[in-house]
């Protein structure tokens, strides 16, 4: 039996929080340790890294905060 899977389109604004690198070890992490909204359209997302245990944080600035 086939497997299939599929996702809905989203919109590319919803887009999960991107691939990112460890900037201590270089290793790719792949899912953020948690992500938080701010009102003022921001999404930071925290990250620890599962190769050496690096902890960083990136934000995603949303278009329509941009525009605004
Ligand atoms: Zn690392």
Known sequence: M??????PDAPKRFASAPLTRCAACGDWMVAPLMSEFD????????WVCESCGEVSCTTVV??????E
């Open 2 to 7: 086939p497997l299939h899977c599929a996702a």
């Open 39 to 46: 009102a003022a359209g921001e999404i930071r997302h925290h």
């Open 62 to 67: 949303l278009a329509a905060a941009e525009s």
